[in-house]
Every structure is written in structure tokens, then in C-alpha cells.
């Protein structure tokens, strides 16, 4: 089947730390991955996808790169800020989106 | 270009009622997608539909159901409501959903049952 597991959170950075949330998928297939990012009180926006093996997705600082033999997708930035405070998703898309549990950061100054 | 519309924002509904949620999605999109989202199980896919046909359906009982209309807005409706069906209800547009599409998420309907 196809599922997605994240890293338990909730996880507090200092601002400028570095970031990495885990992320791993289960699929049949060739999925591609997916991170959407959530704000309190706010739907999901996509912050970076991949399609393919070896394909690196980035977008505001964000990175993470498609890793087929490790089955993994994980988050990181280099520098976290205090707006970068927000609920992480990975997910992998077949005919639907499957999603993570979730990865809660807060950012302190 | 105005994003996926959801109405109404919040809703508290008591045990047995039933509810309608709205969508309207991106103009031009033709694929919408529906969430639920709980604490205790993530976001949980419900259904899909294009160009008025359900297209893809997730495991929900069947007082969970939806609808598009032939200009793509969608409405979903839960029946005898259950306490456990509290929960944030996203609705998510695509162009179409191949697997490389992304989904533009609405900001959700917040659904209390007392």
C-alpha cells in the first residue's frame, strides 16, 4: 500500500538553526512527493515538490531531494526564521494524496 | 486568481443533524478533492471529484458523500452526524489530479457536533 511517516514532533529551534524533518514513504509504484506546509487557523500550502528519483525540490530556503533507495524525502533549511513557526506534511501522490502525521516547529528568537 | 473558496468557516451542529460544506474552486480547475483532518488521524482522504463524476473515494461510511456541479464548485454532506465526525473539512482543487499535480487547499470548514 502507500502511506507516508514523519518524525514525531513537536520540534522548537532557535532562530538560525538548521532544520530536518524526516520523512519516509511506503508506495507501489513511482510516487512523487510532496511537502505542504501549514499556518494556524490556515489550509495546507505547497512549499516544494518532487517528481522523480534523484529530483531535488526547493522553495523559500527549503530543500529536499527525492531519494528512491532510502525511500525518503527529508525537509531541511539551513536557517530557520521565527515565520518559519508552522505544521509540516510530507506526502506522496498516486490517485490521491496521502499525507504524514505532521511535524509541528516552533521557532523562538 | 482567487483561490479555493470554502463555506462556511465554521459550523457546530448537534448529533444526528446533517450538514452541507462548500466548495469552489480555483477557476479553471476541474478536479476537487476532499480532507478531513483530526488530531488523532491526520488528514484522511474522503473522495474526488472530475468533471461531476466521483473519481476516487476513501474509507468513509456512506453518510459521508459529495457532489460537483458542472462549473466544478463541490459540496459535501455528512448525515446523522457523530461527535467523531468533529474535525477541520479541507477541500483541495487541481487541474486535474495526475500524479504530478499539486492540490491548492482551501482553508478548511471547522465542524463541531455537540
Known amino acids: 500500500g502507500n502511506s507516508v511517516t514523519q518524525m514525531e514532533g513537536p520540534v522548537t529551534l532557535s532562530e538560525e538553526a538548521f532544520l530536518t524533518i524526516n520523512c519516509t514513504y511506503t508506495?507501489?509504484?513511482?510516487?512523487?512527493l510532496f511537502w505542504y506546509v501549514q499556518y494556524p487557523g490556515e489550509g495546507l500550502q505547497l512549499l516544494l515538490k518532487?517528481?522523480?528519483?534523484?529530483d531535488k525540490g526547493s522553495n523559500k530556503g527549503f530543500e529536499a531531494t527525492y531519494r528512491k533507495e532510502t525511500t525518503s524525502f527529508h525537509l531541511e533549511k539551513g536557517s530557520v526564521q521565527v515565520s518559519d513557526s508552522a505544521v509540516y506534511f510530507c506526502?506522496?501522490?498516486?490517485?490521491?494524496?496521502?499525507f504524514g502525521t505532521g511535524t509541528s516547529l516552533t521557532v523562538i528568537p | 486568481k482567487a483561490g479555493v473558496t470554502q463555506t462556511p468557516r465554521y459550523l457546530i451542529k448537534t448529533r444526528g443533524q446533517q450538514v452541507t460544506l462548500s466548495c469552489s474552486p480555483i477557476?479553471?480547475?476541474?478536479?476537487v478533492s476532499w480532507y478531513q483532518q483530526t488530531p488523532g488521524q491526520g488528514l484522511q482522504f474522503l473522495f474526488e471529484?472530475?468533471?461531476?463524476?466521483?473519481?476516487n473515494k476513501g474509507n468513509f461510511p456512506g453518510r459521508f458523500s459529495g457532489r460537483q456541479f458542472s462549473n466544478s464548485r463541490s459540496e459535501m454532506n455528512v448525515s446523522t452526524l457523530e461527535l467523531g465526525d468533529s474535525a477541520l473539512y479541507l477541500c483541495?482543487?487541481?487541474?486535474?489530479?495526475?500524479?504530478?499535480?499539486?492540490?491548492?487547499f482551501g482553508q478548511g470548514t471547522r465542524l463541531t457536533v455537540v
Open positions: 518532487a517528481t522523480k528519483a534523484d
Open positions: 508506495a507501489t509504484g513511482y510516487p512523487s
Open positions: 471529484y472530475f468533471s461531476e463524476t466521483q473519481r
Open positions: 506526502a506522496l501522490s498516486r490517485n490521491q494524496f496521502y
Open positions: 483541495a482543487s487541481s487541474p486535474d489530479r495526475g500524479r504530478d499535480t499539486e492540490a491548492f
Open positions: 477557476s479553471g480547475h476541474r478536479s
